[in-house]
């Protein structure tokens, strides 16, 4: 099976800062492959690269199985992180534009501007220029451009960044129905939350080095099994340094509770009598691990 | 290189410019204002043909039947001796020449009338004439009028310049003809001694010498020179503003997700340069119009109207706006590129003016000397050519191989500009965040 989209070794550096060391990572076709990190992790910069916008230092680029060509742009559908519209245009002429930037003909793009209208609901709105428009309904108007040339592959960089939660979830159907159709999505975000619930496939970026890749349920598989959750009386800090814990997060909301992730060899009975043996503990759970406890893992074990 | 995207983002580009009041607006502002100098006086001067109907009472007994010849004789544009001559004696008291006023068409239609009865009942009269609309205007000549050069003009519209004016210089004249004859002189001989010299002035090029206005030819290089300057101004700044919406308003990177920097950068200089095209055209062809010597029209405050513009230059024209465009509105592209606000990019794009700073001054040495050395020197320097060029080709059409060595130059530095600006742009156009040092542009444009 040829991945809909491969990187093999690609390297980026503006000056002397590397912002992508050997990024290496295939995407299936047909699934949604999530490219994840914090900010500054080198995701955009690797989108940069698949779409021909900046160039690679080194590396290939591959599609399908084939060197990516520049025909091949146009079966892909990008929605960039940093997105805007003419302000001045309408609506229907800029989707005419970045359809006619794709190489499609004027009567063509007019029919599926029009049922994609009508799908949102706005099909009155065609007339109005993007600046009358609500913030949210300019990120709607910017999503059919994306998909208006009907493409393959569909990259997104921080797509949910600025949604209200009414578009997220909106845009969370789009995703899903162009997995329907056979489309392969990459969308890149930082919120793993977000990657959990929708991605079948991840790679985990950090510090411009892919430190994880693979399908999500053979990673929790993985990385998972260990995971526990423990409430005690007193800062859940003290717990860190338990033989057998690897990690350990204390959770934002409850200052008292942690999560702590074991080595594949320790055993949560014994944590837990050690635990009882150094401070009062009033909960002991076992969980599924969350992708930020993996994350913080990978990239620490990758560090070494 | 796609031609297909860089012609639809040129399309965009120019319609979306054509498409906005303001283009129209600043459009046809221009033509307009020249249409408004060139025709209105000749209009206003039309109308001024209705005749005066004007009563005479003149004390005297020997002003008015040469002052009605006088009016009569109408047409001013056969000088008489005695306006010659009063042209002379002012141009000698004043110390400038007069410019030769332009050329009223009023007619009068003068009855002359006894003085009778006493002199308050008559004026009285006269003026109730006046408000009954037999007449529109009265003189009265006292019987010193010799002595003080005083007549009384009464009407009621007492603001009609040019009327009022040949009145005038036609009373003047009899006057002083009227003196001259009394203090023992020949007036037709005064006249012909102190008649003027008038230098004619004669354009020499190579399909034989032939006279034209030296002032007016001077002016219409002028005009072509500084529409040239302002209209490469204006459109290189376009772009610029343009490069930067693009980039504040983060539409470029979906742009560029499908079409190539160097693509999209070309498509917005050929749309945007389009639009200027358009603007020309239409310029042009009013000042096509306006100097066509079937329509006759002159330029009211220049004296023999302006010439013809021939289309040799028109097309010289429009070729040095093309170059011209390219070469400063590549430098606008790269500047808007590189910058994130308004205010650092005008700054910046200051600099670019600089380079339009030295036609300026070397204006009027290439006017008065087109083919020193240093004229064809500087109108061969790449960043000058599109203005000197043109300068020169309006005063006086230079060599053939001065104007294509000019061309050529110029296309070349366009090219270097376009592939220097290109790196720029690709680099800048991505890039938030602090503005760039001139070190750093200098490092983009070295990137692969």
């Known amino acids: 099976m040829s991945y809909s989209l491969e990187l093999r070794d690609v390297r980026k550096s503006y000056g002397d800062f590397q912002a992508v060391k050997g990024a290496t990572f295939g995407v299936p076709p047909g699934t949604i492959f999530g490219l994840l990190g914090p900010n500054g992790a080198g995701k955009t910069s690797t989108i940069r690269m698949i779409m021909d916008i900046t160039a690679p230092d080194s590396g290939e680029i591959l599609m399908s199985g084939r060197p990516r060509i520049s025909a091949d742009l146009h079966r892909i559908g990008y929605l960039p992180e940093e997105r805007g519209l003419y302000r001045k245009m309408t609506v229907f002429d800029q989707l005419l534009f970045l359809g006619e930037l794709h190489g499609l003909g004027r009567a063509v793009l007019a029919k599926r501007i029009q049922s994609w209208l009508e799908r949102l609901e706005i099909a009155a709105w065609g007339k109005k220029k993007i600046e009358e428009l609500s913030k949210g309904m300019q990120q709607k108007i910017q999503l059919v451009g994306t998909l208006l040339h009907e493409p393959d592959l569909v990259i997104l960089d921080e797509p ?5 939660p009414i578009n997220q979830g909106l845009f969370k159907e789009a995703f899903a129905d162009l997995k329907r159709q056979g489309k392969t999505i990459l969308l890149s975000t930082h919120v793993m939350e977000q990657a959990e619930k929708l991605c079948d496939h991840i790679c985990l970026i950090s510090n411009g080095r892919a430190v994880l890749d693979g399908e999500l349920r053979e990673i929790k598989r993985k990385w998972g099994g260990n995971a526990f959750t423990l409430r005690i009386e007193g800062d859940p800090q003290v717990l860190a340094t338990l033989p057998g814990v690897d990690t350990l997060t204390v959770s934002p909301d409850d200052p008292q509770s942690a ?13 837990l009598k050690q635990a009882i043996g150094l401070v009062r503990v009033h909960e002991f759970r076992s969980e599924e691990p969350d992708l930020e406890q993996i994350f913080i893992k990978a990239v620490r074990d990758g560090a070494q | 290189m796609a031609l297909n995207n860089t012609w639809v983002i040129a399309r965009r580009e120019y319609l979306s410019r054509i498409k906005t009041k303001g283009f129209w607006i600043g459009t046809f502002l221009l033509p ?13 001067l039309a109308r001024t043909k209705t005749s005066l109907r004007l009563a005479v009472v ?11 010849q006088r009016l009569k004789e109408g047409k001013k544009s056969e000088e008489t001796p005695a306006q010659a001559t009063r042209r002379a004696t002012q141009e000698v008291q004043s110390g400038r020449p007069s410019s030769a006023p332009p050329q009223p068409k009023a007619s009068f239609d003068v009855t002359v009338e006894a003085r009778q009865g006493e002199a308050t009942a008559q004026r009285a009269a006269l003026d109730s004439k006046v408000l009954d609309q037999s007449i529109d205007a009265w003189l009265w000549i006292g019987t010193g009028t010799l002595e003080t050069g005083k007549v009384e003009y009464h009407g009621v519209s007492v603001s009609n310049v040019v009327t009022q004016e040949r009145l005038e210089n036609a009373l003047t004249d009899v006057v002083r003809d009227l003196r001259l004859t009394d203090a023992g002189y020949d007036p037709v001989k005064v006249h012909t001694l102190l008649s003027s010299v008038d230098l004619s002035t004669v354009k020499v090029s190579a399909e034989g010498s032939k006279a034209e206005g030296g002032v007016a030819g001077f002016l219409l290089a002028y005009i072509l020179f500084f529409l040239l300057y302002m209209i490469i101004a204006i459109y290189g700044q376009q772009v610029m503003t343009g490069v930067l919406e693009e980039k504040s308003s983060r539409i470029v990177e979906v742009i560029l997700s499908a079409v190539k920097p160097s693509e999209m950068m070309l498509g917005k200089l050929a749309g945007i ?3 200027g095209l358009t603007q020309l055209a239409i310029w042009l062809a009013t000042l096509l119009l306006v100097t066509a010597p079937a329509l006759g029209l ?16 028109v097309g010289h024209f429009l070729l040095l706006f093309v170059l011209g465009y390219f070469l400063f509105a590549t430098f606008y592209a790269a500047i808007g590129s590189a910058f994130n606000d308004i205010r650092e990019a005008q700054q910046a794009g200051a600099s670019a003016m600089f380079l339009l700073v030295p036609p300026m001054l070397l204006g009027p040495m290439i006017i008065n000397d087109p083919d020193s050395t240093l004229s064809v020197a500087m109108s061969l320097v790449p960043f000058f050519t599109p203005l000197l060029m043109m300068l020169r080709i309006a005063v006086k059409m230079p060599p053939l191989w001065q104007i294509l060595l000019g061309y050529v130059l110029t296309t070349a530095t366009v090219l270097f ?6 790196k720029i742009y690709r680099v800048g156009i991505l890039m938030y965040g602090k503005k760039p040092t001139f070190k750093e542009l200098l490092r983009w444009v070295k990137y692969a």
């Open chain 2, 273 to 275: 340069g389009a639009v």
């Open chain 2, 298 to 313: 002159t330029l009211a405050f220049i004296p023999g109207g302006i010439p013809t513009l021939p289309l040799a230059v």
């Open chain 1, 160 to 164: 949910f960044s600025g949604l209200d």
């Open chain 2, 58 to 68: 003149d004390e005297t007994g020997r002003v008015a039947t040469p002052l009605v």
């Open chain 2, 32 to 44: 307009a204002f020249i249409l408004a100098v060139s025709i209105l006086p000749s209009v206003f």
């Open chain 1, 259 to 271: 999560k702590v992730l074991l080595r594949p060899d320790a055993n949560g009975a014994d944590v």
């Open chain 2, 417 to 422: 500009m376009l592939w220097v600006c290109a």
